[in-house]
Each structure stands twice: as C-alpha cells, then as structure tokens.
C-alpha cells in the first residue's frame, strides 16, 4: 500500500473521530447541562445562591427533565451549612457547578431518569408507591403537566394546587391541611413532565410517599429508613 493512500485513511479517520454528533445522536445527562451557562459573577456555590442558581440555569432539553434538590442536600446548604463549592473561571456550565459540588461537598448527582437528583446518602432515589388502581397510572402517564416549573423551598401548600388542576384528580393532603406540616419543602425545576413524573418529582423533593387510586392520589410523610451521611468523609 502506496504512503499517498496511508495517509489518506488517516486523515479520514482522524475527520469522522473529530466530526460532531449528528443532530439525532444520543445524548447524556452530562453533555445536556454543558450546554446550560451560569449566570456571571458567581465564584461560589452555598447557602445563600446554590439552589436558586442551579434551578434558574437549568433549560429545556431532550434528555433530562427535571433537576431536583433532594431533602439530604438541601439539609447539608440549609440545616448543617456545610456544603460550599467553589467554581472554575467563568464562562460556567451548569455541569460544572454539578460537578464542583459533587467534588467539594457531601452532595452527588444521580440520573434517574428522565429525573436529576442532587442528593446525599441519606436519600432514598425510588419513591415509594402504593398502587390501588394500577390502571389510573396509565392516565397519569398520558397526563400533561405544566410546560415549566420552578420551586424555590416551597411548601405543599404551593404545590397542591397546581398538581391536582394539571391532573385532573382529587389530591390529599388538601391544601392547607396539618398532614402536610413535616412535608420537606420542595426545590425541583423541570420542563415538560407527564402527570406521573410530576408526582414522582414531588415525592422525591419532598421525601414524601403517594397512593394512587382510581381519581385520588394521596401523600404522605415517607417513613422509611435513612443512614446518614459519613461526617468524616466529608471531602476537603
């Protein structure tokens, strides 16, 4: 084989590792938030800027629906006041915030998909379901919830509203009741959910539990057991 027809192959080899993905390949989780910037001027995440940061950069985007601050990381920005991240020289991607905390915290990131979790050890990452009319699930999943959501620390009595309008159906604990008081307050932003990744994005957030049945859901404080997280491993 002549030099002249080597070097040819190799050129063209070099060209298709080189070539970007075409417009229909796969993408990650991680290459979705790499194209989401940060606002300017934030040289570090903490309590006071971390949650709303993250969730106001946070766009629409074919793989990853939902970004979710779960009970065990906000408790370590907001309870314990631990968990600061400082940031790379700007321009900043959401994926390198996600990345800075999970290197510099106790929090990690977890794709559950289509859900992100940012979460920490004591977290559970499935929900707990109770399913009395398993058929009705089918009618969540076709369900539409809202376009875009943005909840900053904000409580059931916020949420139950909007979710049981959206969906169609009759959600307990009503508004304003007392059997939401130990609820977690919730911080998620997502775009596009179907009415069951909606009540699934609140139970997450909310380390809460629901029961479906056949026009009713119902949540409730989830009770399960947590571990949680190793002090002493908590990174330098």
């Known amino acids: 084989m002549s030099s002249s027809t080597t070097s040819c192959k190799f050129l063209l080899l070099a060209s298709l590792c080189l070539a970007p993905l075409a417009p229909g390949a796969a993408q990650t989780w991680q290459s979705a938030l790499s194209r989401m910037p940060l606002p300017a001027g934030v040289p570090q995440l903490n309590r006071t800027n971390c949650v709303e940061t993250l969730l106001r950069s946070f766009q629409s985007n074919d793989v990853v629906k939902a970004l979710i601050f779960m009970p065990g990381a906000t408790d370590e920005l907001y309870f314990f006041r631990r968990a600061r991240a400082n940031l790379p020289a700007p321009p900043v991607s959401l994926l390198a915030a996600v990345t800075a905390l999970t290197n510099q915290t106790l929090i990690r990131a977890t794709f ?69 008081w130990h609820f977690y307050r919730h911080s998620f932003a997502a775009w596009n959910l179907t009415g069951w990744e909606a009540l699934e994005a609140t139970a997450l957030a909310g380390q809460t539990r629901f029961t479906v049945r056949r026009r009713q859901v119902v949540f409730e404080l989830d009770m399960r057991p947590r571990v949680a997280p190793r002090v002493e491993s908590y990174p330098p």
């Open 112 to 180: 559950r998909p289509p859900l992100l979790l940012l979460h920490t050890a004591e977290d559970l990452l499935e929900p707990a379901v109770t399913l009395k009319h398993p058929s009705a699930v089918e009618r969540l999943r076709q369900a539409r919830f809202a376009p875009h959501v943005l909840y900053l620390d904000r409580d059931w009595d916020c949420l139950q509203p909007l979710l049981s309008s959206a969906l169609a159906i009759d959600l307990r604990p009503q508004r304003y009741s007392r059997d939401s």
